[in-house]
């Protein structure tokens, strides 16, 4: 009889060994597809564009991180500007210093990390976040533009940055510059946006002092104010009238993300919310 309640005994303390056992593994199991349900939420929130825009923001960027295309596009822009700098310099001495000018942003450095992080949130450009962006000096730069700018200070050309990054951005600007030894990297030679966004004014202040080569951007607006608050037609037709200086003195690098093009569409109205933006895109464009 004693052997028999102490089997039972030892059946129950196993049994409830083996019950908590079962419980303990349900909860771990459930707190475990709790956290992977919470996890994919987050994820599902944050890459679950609502509008046009920011989804489109997420294709270009993708395209400028991971297409070989762009980064074909960009070496064909600088290699073609190598050539015609060598082309030019064979034509004999200048009477002033010579120079070339050229946009940061998009030409000089990559800034679509920035892009990424405001379409994930269905949010476009906004000042603040793009000082907080700039202020890291984290852009990577643009294929080929290092080394052709590199190539024309050896070549006796300074390198000219004129951009529309305004002067609370200079110190991060300088440093994301410095940090790969891009040449003419000073206050001298960087010219930030002052009242106006137009390139106009400092680039005719270079030109008095030197001979401009070439120019460089990502925006028609950095090469010349024939472009500047045109609409889009107006636009097309100042470039067939420029066709001749684009791969002699302008050389433009691919930029699907943002731009006067952009401006243009919108016809420059600067408080379109995103919805707005989204019902200006599918009125413009051309189905079969």
């Known amino acids: 009889m004693l052997q028999f309640f102490n089997y ?3 059946y129950q303390m196993r049994n409830k060994k083996i019950l908590v056992f079962f419980i303990a593994a349900a909860f771990i199991s459930a707190c475990k597809t ?7 939420t987050a994820i599902a929130h944050q890459v679950n564009t609502t509008d046009a825009v920011a989804a489109a923001k997420l294709f270009t960027a993708t395209f400028q991180q ?7 596009l960009c070496y064909q822009a600088y290699n073609l500007a190598k050539f015609k700098l060598d082309e030019i310099l064979m034509t004999g001495k200048y009477a002033r210093p010579l120079a070339v000018m050229t946009d940061i942003d998009e030409t000089v450095l990559n800034n679509s990390p920035y892009q990424v992080h405001q ?12 000082h907080e962006w700039t202020a ?25 940055y004129v951009t529309n990054r305004d002067e609370a951005e200079r110190v991060g600007t300088l440093k994301n510059l410095q940090k790969f030894n ?72 691919p930029n699907p993300s943002y731009g006067e093009w952009e401006n243009a569409i ?11 933006k989204d019902s200006i895109y599918r009125s413009i464009l051309k189905d079969w």
Do not use: C
């Open 136 to 160: 890291k000096a984290s852009a990577d730069t643009v294929p080929g533009a290092l080394s052709f700018f590199q190539y024309a200070a050896s070549r006796g050309v300074e390198v000219f």
């Open 182 to 253: 891009f040449p003419n990297t000073d206050n001298q030679h960087l010219m930030l946006m002052g009242k106006s966004s137009s390139k106009v004014q400092r680039r005719d202040s270079i030109e008095a002092t030197h001979i401009l080569l070439m120019q460089f951007g990502d925006n028609l607006n950095d090469f010349s104010g024939a472009f500047e608050k045109k609409s889009v037609a107006d636009r097309m037709k100042a470039t067939d009238e420029n066709r001749n200086q684009f791969g002699t003195q302008f050389f433009v690098l």
């Open 34 to 40: 709790t956290k992977q349900s919470v996890n994919q």
């Open 66 to 72: 991971s297409a070989a295309e762009y980064k074909a």
């Open 119 to 130: 379409a994930l949130m269905n949010k476009d450009y906004d000042p603040i976040s793009w």
């Open 8 to 10: 039972l005994y030892f």
């Open 266 to 276: 919108y016809k420059y109205q600067r408080n379109l919310t995103t919805a707005q």
